[in-house]
């Protein structure tokens, strides 16, 4: 049996994954969970093989509770199932360890087949997620090499932990540009916030190369 533990804020999608994954003779759903904590801690006591993972969930958001889980709980392999399709998201979920990433209007067969692939292996991943994919992997030369020596300083400290203002002082410029910098950077590479910068940093700067 493949058990599975559901993570989403919906009453709904809860029932109706849990209905629907039930009814299969080899999937057995041990847990459900209305957010990232809950899902983290409901892991740890059921150690099931496969969470199904929202990633805009109240507390602990689903991307923060992948790459805990990734850390925590490697032998699990976790499928973000949500609504969402922005590159920004999909990088950023693939990036803190989930081997899947399903969208929620998939049709069920999809869904079961994908918990079943990703038990021997395999990465499901919606046909539309993954054509993105292979567009960003196309282009990703073109943007790394657009990233100026100044933006890869701010990167490295970023990775590092610094704030805007301890940045500023660590490079001798103003908090103000430091923000305009990153403003601009974080657009060009695609993502939303200062730990998406700091994992697209890792991926695809390589180290001492500032």
């Known amino acids: 049996m493949i058990r599975i533990l559901l993570a989403d804020d919906h009453v709904l999608v809860r029932a109706g994954l849990s209905q629907l994954l039930d009814a299969q003779a080899d999937i057995e759903v041990v847990g459900v969970a209305c957010d990232g904590q809950e899902a983290l801690e409901m892991a740890h006591k059921l150690s099931p093989d496969v969470v199904l993972m929202d990633l805009q969930m109240p507390i602990v958001d689903g ?113 103000k540009t430091v923000k305009s910098h990153c403003g601009r950077l974080f657009q060009r590479i695609n993502v939303s916030d200062r730990t998406q910068a700091a994992v697209w940093a890792t991926k695809n700067l390589p180290p001492g190369d500032d």
């Open 63 to 175: 991307i923060t509770a992948i790459g805990a889980l990734t850390v925590e709980l490697p032998e699990i392999s976790v499928i973000a199932l949500t609504t969402f399709q922005e590159p920004q998201q999909v990088t950023a979920a693939l990036a803190a360890g989930a081997r899947g990433y399903l969208v929620k209007d998939v049709e069920p067969e999809v869904l079961v087949a994908g918990i079943r692939a990703v038990v021997n292996g395999g990465a499901p991943l919606s046909p539309s997620v993954a054509a993105q994919l292979l567009r960003n992997a196309a282009n990703q030369p073109t943007i790394v090499g657009s990233v100026t020596q100044r933006e890869r300083q701010i990167l490295r400290l970023i990775v590092a932990g610094q704030s805007n203002k301890q940045i500023g002082r660590e490079l001798g410029i103003s908090e």
